[in-house]
Nanobody, 120 residues
């Protein structure tokens, strides 16, 4: 089992920056990938960025060039640096971990969510 704790959300003006953190605890050696999803008001949850163990970050098109995902494997923590924020980035951001149950079988863990509000 894995427990994810997020921090770093808040209110920022358009054009500003925020940094989200997500720390994983539990059976962390079975985590294959970590990243962030978001859910905007009235919309479905969508992928923002993800990174696999030993891999490179992958980004949704709408954040490329503005957001940077990094992973500290020693601390079992991922960070999402968000720059040039737009009003449409307003959402609840959820940390996600893909957990390897056994070879070829995975399950998802989610954080509690952190609100990011960008004022225009």
């Amino acid at each position: 089992q894995v427990h994810l704790v997020e921090s770093g959300g808040g209110l920022v003006q358009a054009g500003g920056s925020l940094k989200l953190s997500c720390a994983a605890s539990g059976i962390v050696f079975s985590i294959n990938a970590m990243g962030w999803y978001r859910q905007r008001p009235g919309k479905q949850r969508e992928l923002v960025a993800t990174i696999s163990y030993g891999g490179s970050p992958e980004y949704a098109d709408f954040v490329k060039g503005r957001f940077t995902l990094s992973r500290d494997e020693d601390k079992n923590t991922v960070y999402l640096q968000m720059n040039s924020l737009k009003a449409e980035d307003t959402a609840v951001y959820y940390c996600h971990a893909e957990y390897r149950v056994r070879v070829g079988v995975y399950t998802d863990y989610w954080g509690q969510g952190t609100q990011v509000t960008v004022s225009s």
